[in-house]
DNA sequence: AATGAATGAGAGTTCATTCAT
DNA sequence: CATGAATGAACTCTCATTCAT
């Protein structure tokens, strides 16, 4: 390895020692509560190298969701392109994979929930970063909203506004994941969060698959 | 009237003000961005007066907390106290009674919602309301919980951990309108939150009730 | 006694009643930590009844100089006007009913300490009180000047600034008394502050009697 | 020197540029009629670069309590280390340093004066530089204690509480500085500060110093 | 005469960001 | 590239004083 591959990759450490600095002290404390020299004392490094590598503090926080959206999307990109799968098992598939998602990557989880609260300035303003994260956010969507339109085209599923029921999906699923990242005491009856998410799920598709006239839910 | 009660009542309704203004400001924009000369300018008071009614900024949040909580915990009572009525009705009932206050009092939602996020400082302040608040939520869900015995005495419910019962059945409760409060098109196919609360409570009550041998849940 | 007598005599009593919770807490913890909240609560008045008796914050400071002056000049009138009284031991026993005054009545002595380092504010400033106090202070020195006069004039001191030496005698007093009101340990050896205020009366007298050829310092 | 050591070198400078607008400014107006914008206006700086060398108001003060200690304490170790000098000598030496230290430093004065009255704050608050200065003022006055303890051993003092003697001692000389302090006229009648302490510590050692029969005291 | 609610300038302090070195 | 000193607007909060009742 060259001199000069050893600085890039060097820069790129640092960078990432940044942002991994930042990454657990937005889990733990919230944008607002979090200041640049919380993250430099962290991370060992000066003000004026943050703001080397981060353009502002939004961009940092914008950084860690386009980072946790990354992860996000490879798995459920996998999911997705699955040969052979049902458009309802491909989407029962998405829930798991989300599920998990939350389970071993829990520091982002706060940071990316695309429909949570996000700090105002964060709306505001447009950065070039900031279309980055709300692009890949609108496509991870696109992509379940894509297997929604496959199960309609193979005749799974009834006709419906696709956009709105993948937008209803995927709140649903955040949803029940944060009801347990709130309080993690479901278990306690022997419900544990993935069945809840699979019943749940349940009882949505329930109005969206094509049914047999034979099936009969009672309520 | 009396001039004297006249201002007494006029005091009142400065206060009420600026908490009113308050309660908007920090509905829409969180406690972090919401500075005291935005409340105080649009409560058409000055910094000064603002002081005089309210001891900080932590205190005017725990006071919209404390009025919020109010407003909840009478309704809930008034299920509670119903004669004639099954546990499991109530549980229902007070699951009801939550949906619409948040229908009813969603300016309130983010800013009581018990188990949320609450700034850094809410948690370690230990002010007079700031007592009253936790009290106040404490007895609630020991309201709860007692219903949830009281179903146990008379047979209705299986024995189990009612305190550890009752946080998850409010966690659900508070997920589930969460999941609504922040995409508002669950109705998009025909389910609309009071169902899905319903639905979702039937299956978590599903484990507590005692089951008779005819009864069956399929899957 | 008629009503409007007892009216009367109520007013004085509640401007009585501010001063001295002022003077107790001006004595405690000077002027600037107190509050004009503190001295209404401790006297059990309000904002406006406070602004009633006086005129500001400066004022009733003031005020309490004058009353605390009032009573020293009254002591020391006394003792000018002694008949048959060396000025020498006039002198004398102005010193020892200043440190009277300093045991009795310590609350005023921080107040009233003419020279001491006052508040700026009561420099600048010029009221009507401010005047009277200024001018108390000045006529209380003129009266032991006054002394010195007579002792030149009988031949019992030597000719002499009397203005001066009257600045520093008053000078030399209250720093010694200052010396054990900072630190009472003074009798720890033996010496107490009376005694050494003899003694230093004595050394600084040395300089303005006249010594006959055979006088001679002992002790 | 180099580029670096300059930059530091200026730092330091800086940071004494705001430590002397503070102490002219607190020497001349006290402690609570100063206040920080004074400060940085004096000093040329912003409100930012004063908090970035000093964490608060309290702070700088008792740097500049600490500062006036050093140049104090340096001249009082030298004389307590003088070879071949007795005891009684040392502490009129010491008074004698005092009193120089006064008159060079006149500044400090104020701000030092150990036994002086300190903002209430200053008492209370526990920092870091709050602790250093509290301790090099104890550790002046057991130095102090030293010569006291040594005049005893060497047979040259009595026996006595040499703490409390100690207090009483730095007392003394504390008071006849302020004495000048408040009003330099002294020297009016040809005493001057040098000599009335020279004086007063004389009375106050003939009780400590072990007599002679045949030593007599004169003056 | 008495009240105390209302005022608002100004206090001390923080912190995201810039820029000379 | 890296540093961290410097900035200053903005923040929360205080308090002497006023004035309608």
Redesign the interface.
């Known amino acids: 390895m060259s001199i000069r591959a050893r600085t890039i990759e060097a820069k790129q450490q640092k960078r990432q020692k940044i942002l991994d600095a930042a990454k657990e002290l937005f889990f733990n ?5 979090i200041g640049i020299d919380m993250i430099t004392e962290k991370a060992g490094v000066s003000t004026g190298t943050f703001y080397h590598y981060y353009k502002n503090k939004i961009e940092i926080y914008k950084s860690l969701q386009n980072e946790g959206l990354d992860i996000l999307v490879d798995s459920i990109m996998k999911v997705i392109s699955l040969p052979r799968t049902s458009s309802l098992t491909k989407l029962k598939e998405i829930a798991r994979v989300y599920f998990r998602y939350y389970n071993d990557h829990r520091e982002y989880f ?1 940071i990316i929930s695309i ?3 996000t ?2 300035e964060l709306k505001e303003t447009q950065t070039e970063i900031s279309r980055i994260v709300d692009r890949k956010a609108h496509s991870l969507l696109k992509m379940i909203e894509s297997v929604l339109i496959e199960g309609i085209e193979n005749g799974e599923f009834v006709s ?2 696709t956009w ?2 993948t ?2 999906f ?3 699923m ?3 994941i ?2 347990e990242h ?2 993690n ?2 278990n ?4 544990d969060l993935e069945d ?1 998410i699979k ?2 799920l ?3 598709f329930f ?2 698959v094509k049914h047999k006239p034979s099936e009969n839910r009672k ?1």
Request: glycine share 12%; hydrophobic share 45%.
């Open positions: 404390k919230g944008y607002y509560v706060d429909l949570s609260a700090p105002d419906m506004n709105k029921v937008n209803m995927w709140g649903l955040d949803g029940l944060l009801l709130r309080n005491t479901l306690v009856i022997g419900v809840l019943q749940a349940e009882i949505t109005g969206i309520k």
